[in-house]
């Protein structure tokens, strides 16, 4: 298996923008993560799906940002529109029901100017 | 709510040396700790983890120690090396269901030659 893949692995965009991050989780997890990552707040949980339902959206920071699972094998996280703060390392991480360790992506460093 | 403290943030050692990292947490029910590693530029990388039904666990130099009654659990590096440097996070399951983990803030350690 490739393991968790996250596009892109870098986007630099200007404030205002729309910022689309993707993720495929390895095949056969039934849970996704969504995970940011700063050098003041650390690595924060935003959201996280089961079987493809959110189950807990309580650290999503805004209204400006929203998350989706179409199916189980793709996840996107969405900020619109983006501002300065939003900077950081985007993490998404899957696990399978049956074990609860967690397996992350590559990331997506967001340079919002 | 749920909570994890980790301790120190930062620690330096010489080559050769040990290292320990403390985390205690506030869910008493909590039965999973695993502790990730994450290298400069790089996605965090699960190396041991323990459960609520042991007190110990090693692998190679490494080695995971938990005490239910006073909720804490630590990281002991042994004969350490410069590659073992790195930011390292404890974590613990939340025990409300589902596979969600609580992060502690991180431990930079800085081994050196």
């Known amino acids: 298996d490739a393991g968790v893949i996250q596009s892109p692995r870098h986007e630099v965009t200007e404030m205002g923008q729309e910022v689309t991050l993707r993720c495929k989780p390895i095949?056969?997890?039934?849970?996704l993560f969504w995970y940011r990552q700063t050098m003041m707040r650390g690595l924060e949980l935003l959201i996280y799906f089961n079987n493809n339902v959110p189950i807990d959206d309580s650290g999503m920071p805004e209204d400006r940002f929203s998350a989706k699972m179409p199916n189980a094998s793709f996840s996107t996280l969405k900020i619109q529109p983006s501002e300065p703060r939003d900077s950081a390392v985007y993490f998404c991480?899957?696990?399978?029901?049956?074990?609860?360790?967690?397996?992350f992506g590559p990331g997506t460093r967001l340079t919002v100017t | 709510g749920e909570n994890v403290e980790q301790h120190p943030s930062t620690l330096s050692v010489q080559e050769g040396d040990s290292a320990v990292i403390k985390c205690t947490y506030s869910?008493?029910?909590?039965?999973?700790f695993p502790w990730y590693k994450q290298e400069l530029g790089k996605r965090p990388q699960l190396i041991i983890d323990i459960r609520s039904n042991v007190g110990e666990k090693k692998d190679q130099r490494i080695a995971v120690t938990l005490n239910k009654t006073a909720k804490h659990f630590s990281l002991h590096i042994t004969e350490t090396q410069p590659e073992d440097s790195a930011v390292y996070f404890c974590a613990a399951l939340f025990s409300g269901g589902y596979n969600k983990l609580i992060f502690g803030a991180g431990t930079r350690l800085a081994v050196h030659p």
């Open positions: 869910d008493s029910a909590s039965n999973y």
């Open positions: 095949s056969g997890h039934d849970y």
């Open positions: 991480a899957s696990s399978w029901d049956r074990s609860y360790e967690q397996y």
